[in-house]
């Protein structure tokens, strides 16, 4: 009976260690799955950002040529005016 008692106590602490082992094993492959995706949800939203700064500044330039357009005009328009008075 004794025999016994020290197989179940060796097996049942083995299998202890090793479903400890197990889970932390499936704990780090969890989190590195998690972590990956989140990379990967950081590497879009990077993306996207870049291609919105990129309109961004498209749309701006635009500005700038249709205010140095209307500068233009206004200087021509005011030249006039001076002259009619």
């Known amino acids: 009976m004794t025999e016994n008692a020290f197989f179940?106590?060796?097996f049942f602490s083995c299998t202890a260690a090793v479903l400890?082992?197990?889970f932390k094993?499936?704990?780090g492959v969890a989190q590195a799955r998690a972590r990956l995706a989140q990379d990967g949800?950081?590497?879009?939203?990077?993306?996207?950002m870049a291609a919105a700064q990129a309109e961004t500044?498209?749309?701006?330039?635009?500005?700038g040529?249709?205010?140095?357009?209307?500068?233009?005009r206004l200087?021509?328009?005011e030249k006039i005016l001076k002259e009619v008075e």
């Open 75 to 77: 200087g021509s328009l």
């Open 25 to 27: 094993y499936a704990s």
């Open 20 to 22: 400890i082992f197990a």
């Open 65 to 72: 040529a249709s205010v140095a357009q209307i500068e233009a």
């Open 41 to 48: 949800a950081y590497q879009e939203l990077a993306q996207s």
């Open 8 to 10: 179940a106590a060796f």
């Open 57 to 63: 500044a498209a749309a701006l330039a635009a500005l």
